[in-house]
């Protein structure tokens, strides 16, 4: 009974993390892309920050596209290129974010994240167009292609791989 009850115990404790996706926000043109997010409590979001321009991840007020920061919410402080910003959402709610340097936020650095079901009111996932800028230089004009909509990465961190070695080696010793 012990060895069910031991197995049983590790089998909870993992299960939760070993189902958690990790979803990538890029920054493409000064915006966030994709600007909504749908996700599941426990999945973890990135900003891998990979175009060059500093940026920090900045929680705001409710209600979509606000550029006023929640009192007590998260901040990534400033993140220059290659350094990554994740955070985990364990519980159903709406999250509304900024880019809070300068004036990104109100040229448009926004977005918010559904974890769990769109509340009632909300708009329909893929509602909202993706953005797109249009620069014109010596008399051309180019505008940015869109983007696929991102599919999560769900690559294991360096702490899950521990925890997964460490799990495999409790369970060789109660076999042995």
């Avoid at 409590?41 to 596209?65: F, K, L, Q, S, Y």
């Avoid at 070695?165 to 109660?174: D, I």
Wanted: hydrophobic share 40%; net charge positive.
């Amino acid at each position: 009974m012990k060895f069910n009850t031991a197995v049983v115990a590790l089998v909870v404790m993992v299960a939760p993390s070993m189902a958690a996706k990790t979803w990538d926000v890029n920054v493409v043109n000064g915006l966030f892309h994709p600007q909504e997010l749908d996700i599941a409590p426990g999945d973890i979001v990135r900003w891998p920050m990979n175009d060059g321009a500093d940026h920090a991840i900045v929680e705001t007020v409710a209600g979509p596209r606000s550029c006023k920061n929640k009192p007590g919410g998260f901040n990534s402080g400033r993140k220059t290129k290659g350094q990554p910003y994740e955070r985990i959402f364990p519980t159903a709610t709406v999250v509304n974010y900024k880019d809070g340097i300068r004036s990104n936020c109100a040229k448009g650095a926004t977005g918010t994240i559904y974890v769990g079901p769109r509340p009632s009111g909300a708009p329909p996932s893929g509602s909202t167009p993706t953005p797109t800028v249009t620069s014109t230089t010596g008399g051309a004009t180019r505008t940015a292609a869109p983007i696929a909509t991102p599919t999560p990465t769900n690559t294991a961190s360096t702490a899950e791989k521990s925890m997964l070695l460490g799990v495999a080696c409790f369970v060789a010793a109660l076999l042995v």
